[in-house]
């Protein structure tokens, strides 16, 4: 989170990616560490789907959204279908 010089500003930018997410993707987001440093976020989305492919497609949607974000880069991510 290059843009972010403090907790208050993380907050902010974390909360508003995140409720974007749940709104246009209908998933479930959220921030599982580093609560506590200001330069990074580490994010956890969830998206249940009875066809793998459709669960692909909804997740790469979201990493091109993030991908998208001018106030943070996308240092690494992983993603897991079952």
Do not use: W
């Amino acid at each position: 989170l290059p843009g972010s010089h403090s907790l208050k500003d993380k907050r902010r930018l974390v909360k508003s990616l995140l409720d974007r997410l749940h709104n246009q993707f209908n998933v479930a987001a959220a921030e599982i560490d580093a609560q506590d440093n200001h330069r990074h976020a580490h994010l956890a989305v969830t998206c249940v789907s009875s066809e793998s492919r459709h669960a692909n497609q909804i997740l790469s949607h979201i990493m091109s959204a993030v991908e998208r974000e001018a106030e943070m880069v996308v240092v690494r991510y992983e993603m897991e279908l079952r």
